[in-house]
């Protein structure tokens, strides 16, 4: 039905899903990702060519859902924030 996978740089994750024939609906649990608030970039196939961007914010007790169409797929990129230093 579907593949993902997940690789980690430093703190950021990067998780890449590919459909297969069918549509997919995916669910991502953050708890296994990150134990921090998170920045999420969503990149995914739109169906006519191009890539829907989108940016939000999550806390790792979320779980991220995805739905993919037949034969296509998304990337997430995420961030945790950083503790900002007092002044």
């Given at each position: 039905?579907?593949?993902?996978?997940?690789?980690?740089?430093?703190?950021?994750?990067?998780?890449?899903?590919?459909?297969?024939?069918t549509?997919?609906?995916?669910?991502?649990?953050?708890s296994?990702?990150?134990?921090?608030?998170?920045?999420i970039?969503?990149?995914?196939?739109?169906?006519?060519?191009?890539?829907?961007?989108?940016?939000?914010n999550?806390?790792?007790?979320?779980?991220?859902?995805?739905?993919?169409?037949?034969?296509?797929?998304?990337?997430?990129?995420?961030?945790?924030?950083?503790?900002?230093?007092?002044?």
């Amino acid at each position: 039905r579907f593949y993902s996978i997940a690789r980690r740089k430093g703190n950021t994750w990067y998780v890449a899903t590919i459909a297969g024939s069918t549509k997919s609906e995916i669910e991502f649990p953050l708890s296994k990702l990150t134990k921090k608030n998170c920045t999420i970039t969503h990149y995914q196939d739109s169906g006519d060519a191009s890539i829907d961007k989108t940016t939000f914010n999550a806390s790792p007790s979320d779980t991220l859902k995805i739905s993919l169409r037949p034969d296509s797929g998304s990337v997430m990129v995420i961030t945790p924030e950083q503790n900002h230093p007092q002044k």
